[in-house]
């Protein structure tokens, strides 16, 4: 079965850093669109950054210029990585995955919590 495995979440300090890895499995990763995700406390999920199987990338306007997304085909790995964190960036973040064989489905990790403070 599909599986997203997320990794590297912690504790930072504001203005440190963070890298998160997204390790999927059981799925054509080459062809799938991935993305990160989080929700604070009491807050909606919302879309951080997305990442298509072209290469083409796309982030939320609360992280642009702070956090790159990125992807390794050849290791099944989506990363995040998140530069001068900041308190509001507090939040579990997900990974998500958009696949297309052998039909349409939306697969979702269980979380890493990000906690940012001083």
């Known amino acids: 079965q599909v599986q997203l495995e997320e990794s590297g979440g912690g504790l930072a300090q504001p203005g440190g850093r963070l890298k998160l890895s997204c390790a999927a499995s059981?799925?054509?990763?080459?062809?799938?669109?991935m993305g990160w995700y989080r929700q604070g406390p009491g807050k909606q999920r919302d879309l951080v950054a997305t990442?298509?199987?072209?290469?083409?990338?796309n982030y939320a306007d609360s992280v642009k210029g702070r956090f790159t997304i990125s992807r390794d085909n050849a290791k099944n790995t989506v990363y995040l990585q998140m530069n001068s964190l900041k308190p509001e960036d507090t939040a579990v973040y997900f990974c998500?995955?958009?696949?297309?064989?052998?039909?349409?489905?939306?697969?979702w990790g269980q979380g890493t919590q990000v906690t940012v403070s001083s």
């Open positions: 990442i298509t199987a072209g290469g083409t990338t």
């Open positions: 059981a799925i054509i990763f080459s062809t799938s669109n």
């Open positions: 998500n995955a958009e696949t297309w064989y052998p039909a349409s489905r939306i697969h």
